[in-house]
């Protein structure tokens, strides 16, 4: 049934709902392994003081690390996950509250491990060269003793680390406030149709051919943003708050220094991205008047970005949109294709009902030895066939680290986001290339191919940068000691918007300046940008695993397999792909032009 109809999440389909009752069958058997974790937590206290007596001891702490991280992660990202496709459930809600809390008590107890091992760097140095157990975390030590100018004491660490816990209720709180408590008027169609406007069914009236269905669902979500706007603004400004205190404590310059350093990134790869992103802003204009031109329209509105050109856009049941991408990515091998295969079907890696209840977009979720869980609503579209094709990306690269790399170079901490958006980007231009192969000649699949393409750049190569700037904005004001105000925050977003629309699309300016409001990915400090870097560097890798064959993959397969075993900038090397240059980036904006021309040439 369509989301748009109303699905309730106990009429799903048991095949489109996620596989979590293998993992736990109740509540009641989460609420057990909870109690157990409680209690097993508390041993990773016993080295403290003597960690660095023998490597024996650094040994252990890491093989009991590594176990009690799978554990305490695994009670997370279920709780998580099940209050994320239903956000109606009491109890998952509740688990989310109880495993935070765990969390930071577990971070708060290890606190001590990260100031004993730097103490005495040469000795962690020689020890991950010479003794073969603790040669797979070589890197890990020596990242480690790079960031030591940002280390702080035990005491201070473990402060630091029972934070967590109430530094976390922003994001909760945006969370609960935009999946929960937000509610929407109806889209209404030209002939007078209602359809109800949730996080789960935006697009369905975005992406309607009825403009004035657009129209009121576009301008309906943007209102009840607008009437929460203070509220949302001072959580989010509480949460810029947090983050730059974080940066100063742990001596960085910036809250872009601390969220990039870890991974060794340059600060050079943030800057030139978005002095590139706004040189080919022209090239946004262009489009925005080629698709005016293509709808019919005196002047384009921000609500018509999404609207379609064709009038047969295909549908793509869930099944088939499996089995193309299964043949797209068949360049990397059987074996990588028979486990995404089973991944979609047999092991139901993928919640994909179209239910009411969950939440907004979609994300395939990474947790160490456990199956990367996607959330979605699908819809029988093109996109949605790009947005699966998306999420498998992240969750084969999830699946191939977790199976590779011990789990201290899987997690967040680990791997940059610029490393993870190449592995689900590459999907999708891979999941492109043979489409428009198999369906040459097919303009109305092609032209359905052309849009979903755009929506995509749209999305990260347009929203994601013009996000990335608003932050960078916001702050630097923050950082120096500049106030912030919802009046503040709107400001700057129009004016990024504004700059991005140009004079080829009419604005609304009042609905566009709360777009901040609307994505959670603000809740990570520049994840944004990380997005645009990934979708260059995947079209460079795609581009060479289809010109150079079973080498280029190989190689992709290792920078897959790697984690977070090397540096980003080595990770990239890997793959293929300097992004130490600006190159790929231009390139990417030519995949972008590209596209727009073919836009112009199939509506002609």
């Known amino acids: 049934m369509p989301a748009e109809q109303g699905l309730i999440r106990k009429d799903a389909a048991p ?71 239903d956000s109606g459930d009491a109890e998952a809600k509740s688990a989310v509250g109880q495993a935070m809390s765990m969390i930071a008590e577990f971070s708060a107890l290890g606190a001590y491990v990260e100031p004993e091992m730097l103490a005495e760097p040469e000795k962690l140095v020689e020890w991950g060269n010479t003794v073969p157990e603790l040669q797979r975390y070589a890197h890990y030590f ?37 999946n929960i408590d937000l509610n929407f008027e109806d889209a209404v169609d030209a002939a007078g149709k209602k359809y109800p ?26 209102d009840g943003y607008l009437s929460m706007q203070n509220t949302l603004a001072a959580n989010y400004i509480a949460f810029i708050k947090q983050q730059v205190f974080l940066a100063r404590v742990r001596g960085y310059d910036s809250v872009l220094e601390m969220r990039l350093a870890p ?43 999404w609207a379609p050109i064709g009038t047969n856009s295909p549908k793509v049941a869930y099944h088939q949109a499996v089995d193309w991408i299964c043949e797209a990515m068949q360049p990397l091998g059987n074996e990588y294709v028979s486990v995404m295969r089973a991944g979609c079907l047999e092991e139901r890696w993928v919640d994909w009902a179209p239910n009411l ?4 977009g979609a994300a395939s979720w990474r947790r160490y030895a456990m199956p990367p869980w996607i959330f979605m609503s699908y819809n029988e579209s093109v996109f949605s066939m790009s947005t699966l094709s998306h999420e498998l990306g992240h969750s084969m690269h999830t699946y191939l680290a977790s199976e590779n790399q011990p789990e201290v170079y899987f997690g967040f901490g680990a791997l940059s986001s610029t490393i993870t958006e190449t592995a689900s980007n590459f999907n999708q231009a891979m999941t492109r290339n043979y489409l428009r192969e198999l369906k040459d000649g097919d303009d109305d699949f092609m032209l359905g191919m052309v849009e979903e393409a755009l929506s995509n750049f749209h999305r990260y190569f347009f929203i994601m940068p013009t996000l990335a700037r608003f932050e960078l904005e916001v702050f630097t004001r923050a950082e120096q000691g500049s106030p912030l105000t919802v009046k503040t925050l709107n400001e700057i977003m129009l004016e990024k918007f504004s700059e991005g629309y140009g004079k080829t699309l009419s604005d609304d300016q009042q609905r566009t300046s709360i777009t901040w409001a609307t994505f959670l990915h603000l809740y990570m400090p520049f994840y944004t940008f990380q997005y645009a870097i990934g979708i260059s560097a995947a079209h460079a890798a795609a581009d060479q695993v289809r010109a150079e064959g079973p080498d280029a993959a190989k190689n992709y397969l290792e920078f897959l397999k790697s984690g977070g075993s090397m540096y980003t900038m080595d990770l990239f ?32």
């Open 15 to 85: 095949e489109s709902i996620w596989s979590g009752k293998k993992i736990f069958p109740t509540w009641a058997d989460w609420e057990k392994e909870f109690d157990e974790a409680k209690e097993e937590i508390k041993v990773i206290g016993l080295f403290s003081g003597k960690l660095m007596a023998s490597p024996q001891h650094v040994i252990d702490l890491m093989e009991l690390y590594e176990q009690l991280n799978i554990k305490v992660g695994r009670l997370m990202m279920f709780a998580r996950f099940a209050a994320t496709v």
């Open 142 to 178: 020596e990242n480690l003793i790079r960031q030591k100018a940002h280390q702080r004491s035990t005491e201070v660490e473990e402060i630091l680390s029972m934070l967590g816990d109430p530094f976390g209720a922003v994001n909760q709180t945006f969370t609960d406030l935009v």
């Open 197 to 222: 406007i949730k996080q789960s069914t935006l697009s369905n009236s975005t992406q309607s051919s009825d403009r004035e269905r657009r129209r009121s669902g576009w301008q309906n979500y943007y």
């Open 263 to 305: 991974f060794n990134v340059p600060l050079e790869m943030f800057n030139t991205l978005i002095a590139t992103f706004t040189k080919n802003l022209p090239t946004w204009h262009r489009y925005w008047d080629i698709k005016r031109r293509a709808l019919g329209q005196d002047e384009l509105k921000p609500y018509d970005i």
């Open 357 to 360: 209840e969950k939440r907004q």
């Open 573 to 604: 090397k890997l793959a293929g792909v300097d992004m130490a240059s600006p190159e790929p980036v231009e390139k990417a904006f030519e995949e972008l032009k590209a596209n727009v021309d073919m836009l112009e040439k199939l509506i002609k």
